[in-house]
C-alpha cells in the first residue's frame, strides 16, 4: 500500500475536491455516467435505478439478512448528483451519502429535495467523521473508487465503514481491477488498480471478511466486505496472539 504523509493527502485532498467540483460544474452528469452528454432527468434517474436491479436487488439475502428494507439505515460513499442515492432512498428506510465534491453535493441534495429519509454530506475524501457517530446496516459504493489515486485513501475508507457498520453486515463495493492503466500517480479520474491479493490482505487488514469477488482483472471488480462477527474478530486476536507468544518464545 502506498503510504501518505499528512502533507500528501492534504494536497490530494484538495485535488479530488477541485477537480470533481470542475467536473460538476461542466457536466455533472456525463462526469457521473458518461453514457450520454446530455442526461434528462427522468433517464439519468432510471440509470440509478437500473444499477440499484442489477447491484441491489438481485443480492438482497446478503445486503438484508432477513432484515426488512424499510427498517435499514445504509450508507452510500461517491453519491455523485443524486443519481444511485435516489434509488436507495425509494427502498431504504435511511439513507446517509457522502460525496468529496461540494457541487455534486449541491445538486445531489435539489435531487432529492422530497425524499425526509435522506442526508447527503461534502466529506474532506477519506474518511466518515463528517456523519458523526452513526450505525448503518449496509454500505455501498459504485464508480467512485475506480478514481481515486491512492490505496491509503481507499483503505482509509474500509477502516471508516468498518467503523460505522454493524457487525456481520455488508460493504458491497467496486474497485479498478485492471492493472495495466498508464496513470500519473495523482489521477483524480484513473484511479489505482486492485489485484485480488491485494483485496484479500485489505479484508484481513480492516477487519472483513471478503466473500465474494467478481471482475478481478477488469474495471468492475466487485467485492463483498463482511464486517467480523465477534467469532472472527476472536479468532483474529488468538492468531496475532499466538504468533507474539512463538516469537517471544524463539528469542
Ligand atoms: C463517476 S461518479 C459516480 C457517482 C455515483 N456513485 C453514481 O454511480 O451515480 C464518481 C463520484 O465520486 C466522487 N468522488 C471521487 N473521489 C471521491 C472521494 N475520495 N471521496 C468521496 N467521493 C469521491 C466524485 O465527486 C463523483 O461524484
Known amino acids: 500500500m502506498d503510504h501518505l504523509t499528512p502533507e500528501q493527502r492534504a494536497q490530494l485532498e484538495e485535488k479530488m475536491r477541485r477537480e470533481w467540483d470542475e467536473r460538476a460544474r461542466r ?19 432510471a440509470s440509478g435505478e437500473r444499477t440499484v436491479a442489477e447491484e441491489i436487488l438481485t443480492d438482497m439475502i446478503n445486503i438484508c439478512q432477513g432484515k426488512d428494507p424499510q427498517r435499514m439505515k445504509v450508507l452510500e460513499i461517491g453519491c455523485g448528483a443524486g443519481r444511485v442515492t435516489r434509488a436507495l432512498a425509494r427502498l431504504f428506510g435511511y439513507v446517509y451519502a457522502v460525496d468529496v465534491s461540494g457541487e455534486m453535493v449541491r445538486q445531489a441534495r435539489a435531487a432529492l429535495a422530497g425524499f425526509p429519509n435522506v442526508r447527503i454530506e461534502q466529506n474532506n475524501g477519506w474518511d466518515l467523521t463528517v456523519l458523526g457517530d452513526i450505525k448503518v446496516d449496509f454500505a455501498f459504493s459504485s464508480i467512485v473508487f475506480q478514481h481515486i489515486p491512492s490505496k491509503a485513501i481507499i ?32 489521477d483524480t479520474w484513473l484511479g489505482v488498480a486492485f489485484s485480488d491479493e491485494e483485496i484479500v490482505e485489505l479484508a484481513e487488514r480492516c477487519g472483513f471478511e471478503p466473500r465474494y469477488r467478481h471482475g478481478a482483472g477488469t474495471q468492475y471488480f466487485w467485492i463483498w466486505f463482511f464486517k467480523w462477527n465477534y467469532r ?19 528469542t
Do not use: C, H
Open 27 to 45: 457536466n455533472a452528469r456525463f462526469y457521473v455516467n458518461t453514457g450520454r452528454q446530455d442526461w434528462t432527468d427522468e433517464e439519468f434517474f
Open 155 to 186: 483503505e482509509s475508507y474500509l477502516r471508516e465503514v468498518n467503523r460505522v457498520l454493524r457487525r456481520g453486515r455488508l460493504f458491497k463495493f467496486q474497485v479498478q481491477g485492471y492493472p495495466a492503466i498508464e496513470r500519473a500517480p495523482d
Open 232 to 250: 472472527q474478530l476472536a479468532r483474529y486476536f488468538w492468531r496475532r496472539a499466538s504468533q507474539y507468544l512463538f516469537m517471544r518464545s524463539e
